[in-house]
């Protein structure tokens, strides 16, 4: 569970908190300081997802170090936090935070990249760290920052973790990465809208909560279900769970358009927890069959955050047109039909058996 | 190391960092603050919100009250929970002054100060008048500030029940402009209600710090001023907030509320979204006068255009008033009007007249008599 907790902790805890701090307090870059806060979000994408084998081998030997670091990073910024607001004029703050998000960035992709190196995963460990988180979230409807300390101490668990050398897995993915991270880049986009909405009011934490401890028990259900089905050869359990959840997390963003009072339903949050649990199950039952095809993992882990980016940028310009988020739906399902094609053409492509 | 060995670091580094974090600050007041005060008589019941750093461990022990130097201490009629966010009651004194008082509050080891927190008023008029001043700009102009100061004396000597501040109270959100901004508005004798304005939100944290949460409601007796954020985003409503403005008209008394609102509901730079659903909610609920700022410039709109009919008719009145200390701007007859502030008058449940003043004298006074 401890590699999980660090896998999650950027995405779901710092980059949900700062996200949010940023929206709630003021999407504020007159100060030269509120560009700080974008370094950790563009690290991901743009150097840890370059870095060759080499260089992420150094950076796992000091791994123990990075994590204890941002541990007391984190917990220096977070502080002023716990019963103050988040000064968006602080230059002190942007600093620190950015610091804390750099090193969570880090840890975060070098247990990932473990993580994916290994094929085989059970749903437990992920179900229980999705319940550590949301137990965080549940907590910023009174401390509406705490998700900041619930990072920190994610980091402070992955110093006792060990650290090996692994080998990257082939970039890309396989078949289907593409797809699972369109998803995860509509649902990192659905669900980070509540917080917007919310404003000051940082009870959107326990909507989140709703949605990930949903996620966390869906995926166990569904992953013991699937064990029992397949042996009466029903593959199609765990292979169609990515289309449901594109169909789940679809219905909630339909009647949110339909009826913009929706955001705030627990209902709502259900569906967007069935859908990532759908995700889920979807990474798990491809993680179960090679290693190269776990590389999609990284793929999904920074489509999320991409998502948190984009969804946080169209809250800050474009909240006034709800319906005009249904666009964050295009890309899974373009990515879903154009896999299917390309599956049924490699089909089509394959000589005929000699049976 | 072995991985026990390992494990117990790294617990010890977690406790380390927890403690190191929560234990230094005791609470934090929420309510009341400076922006939101609690009007009430003698002998009336006074709700505290705070909000502890250890839930379980830091309690709400005692409250007082503190002007000039001296304290008060007030009885607890119902004692806070042990929660993360703590509301106990206390008894204001039968015997208290009347006056505005910082609210000093001790949970566990530690002590924090409200500013101004408290308004004990003789007793709870049921004929008043309130002032509306919006647009303070803080930081903007040397004049300005002083147009403030000038506005403040002249509220001083007609002593309305309370001031109404309907946002941008600074002009980029610096902690030392909301800093001469509260004292400029602590010179006021009477209790102080405020808004925050989009030019709030450059400083965001700065302006929490001085004047608390930007919504909720203030209550004078059976009236509600009803405080609102509409600079929220992109100058909008959000869900949240129509349902929150809802549930706050559903718990104030039927056709005695002011809504505070910083940003006009309709025209070119008005709130963009759920405006006419929350203008709708307005007309259902009864609600007589809106007051707001941003435009620099006296308007009016909605059914009553700024009470020019008959206030209390039943049609809601919007009101906007002209700057107190930005810089005046032509309204759409190219005329810039004066500084100022709007008096409202307030009888037997009914808003009776609305009269827009200004303090420099000259210029459209004409104009400023009564629009009732």
């Known amino acids: 569970m401890r590699l999980r907790l660090a896998v999650l902790q950027f995405p779901l805890l710092y980059c949900f908190g700062v996200l949010v701090g940023m929206s709630v307090y003021g999407v504020n870059f007159s100060p030269a300081g509120g560009w700080l806060y974008l370094i950790p979000l563009l690290l991901p994408p743009a150097v840890l997802s370059r870095l060759s084998r080499g260089a992420l081998d150094r950076m796992r030997r000091s791994a123990r170090i990075l994590a204890g670091s941002g541990a007391l990073l984190g917990a220096v910024a977070y502080r002023p936090l716990h019963l103050g607001f988040w000064d968006e004029r602080s230059l002190a703050q942007a600093v620190t935070v950015a610091a804390f998000g750099v090193v969570s960035a880090v840890v975060g992709w070098l247990a990932l990249t473990q993580l994916a190196a290994r094929p085989g995963h059970t749903p437990a460990p992920v179900a229980a760290a999705l319940a550590v988180v949301a137990a965080f979230l549940a907590l910023s409807s009174w401390y509406p920052m705490i998700t900041l300390l619930g990072a920190a101490l994610c980091l402070a668990s992955a110093t006792a973790l060990r650290w090996e050398p692994v080998e990257v897995p082939a970039r890309g993915g396989g078949p289907r990465a593409v797809f699972l991270g369109a998803l995860s880049f509509y649902l990192a986009a659905e669900l980070s809208q509540v917080a917007w909405d919310m404003g000051s009011d940082s009870s959107w934490g326990t909507l989140i909560a709703i949605s990930f401890l949903t996620a966390s028990a869906l995926a166990v259900a569904w992953w013991f279900m699937a064990e029992r089905l397949a042996a009466a050869s029903h593959p199609w359990f765990t292979a169609g769970a990515g289309a449901v959840a594109v169909a789940v997390a679809g219905t909630a963003s339909a009647v949110t358009a339909w009826r913009p009072a929706f955001v705030l339903h627990p209902a709502r949050h259900v569906l967007l927890g069935l859908a990532l649990g759908g995700l889920i199950v979807a990474l798990l039952a491809r993680t179960t069959v090679t290693a190269s095809a776990a590389a999609g993992v990284q793929s999904v882990w920074l489509a999320f955050v991409l998502g948190l980016a984009v969804s946080a940028v169209y809250s800050a310009q474009c909240e006034a047109y709800p319906r005009g988020r249904l666009a964050f739906v295009a890309p899974a399902v373009l990515a879903f039909v154009w896999e299917r094609r390309r599956a049924v053409a490699l089909r089509r492509a394959e000589p005929p058996s000699p049976a | ?372």
Not at chain 2, 51 to 65: F, Q, S, Y
Not at chain 2, 284 to 296: A, E, F, N, Q
Request: net charge neutral; with cysteine.
């Open chain 2, 1 to 372: 190391m072995n991985p026990t060995g390992r494990a117990l670091l790294a617990g010890a580094l977690g406790a380390a960092a927890v403690g190191w974090v929560v234990l230094p600050d005791g609470a934090a007041v929420e309510s009341p603050s400076f922006g939101a005060p609690v009007i009430l008589e003698p002998g009336g019941e006074l709700p505290v919100t705070i909000r502890v750093a250890i839930p379980g461990v830091t309690t709400l022990d005692a409250a007082a009250l503190e002007h000039d130097g001296v304290k008060i201490p007030l009885t607890r009629v119902e004692p806070a929970g042990r929660g993360p966010r703590q509301t106990a009651r206390f008894r204001i004194p039968a015997d208290c002054r009347p006056g505005n008082y910082d609210l000093v509050v001790r949970a566990g080891a530690g002590q924090r100060t409200a500013r101004r927190a408290v308004a004990v008023l003789r007793e709870i008029p049921e004929r008043f008048t309130v002032a509306q001043i919006s647009d303070l700009h803080f930081g903007a102009s040397a004049e300005g500030e002083a147009s403030v100061a000038r506005i403040v004396a002249e509220l001083n000597r007609l002593a309305p029940a309370a001031v109404l501040v309907t946002g941008d109270i600074a002009q980029d959100g610096k902690p030392q402009e909301y800093e001469r901004a509260q004292r400029a508005l602590a010179r006021l004798s009477m209790p102080v209600v405020c808004i925050p304005g989009n030019h709030d939100r450059r400083g965001w944290g700065a302006y929490l710090t001085s004047f608390g949460g930007p919504t909720g409601s203030v209550r004078l007796g059976s009236w509600t001023f009803l405080r609102l954020d509409s600079a929220h985003g992109r100058d909008q409503f959000t869900e949240s907030q129509v349902r929150d403005i809802a549930q706050a008209l559903d718990e104030a008394e039927p056709h005695r509320v002011i809504v505070l609102l910083h940003i006009p509901l309709v025209g070119t730079r008005s709130v963009k979204a759920h405006a006419h659903s929350v203008m709708e909610l307005f007309r259902r609920k009864g609600v007589p006068l809106v007051l707001s700022g941003h435009w620099h410039y006296r308007a009016g709109y909605g059914e009553d255009p700024g009470g020019r009919g008959e206030p209390g008719a039943g049609a809601t009145t919007y009101v906007v008033t002209a700057t107190a200390g930005g810089p005046p701007v032509p309204g759409p007859t190219g005329h810039s009007d004066l500084r100022g502030f709007t008096l409202i008058a307030v009888d037997r449940g009914k808003v009776t007249a609305i009269e827009p003043r200004t303090v420099e004298g000259g210029g459209d006074a004409a104009a400023a008599g009564s629009t009732r």
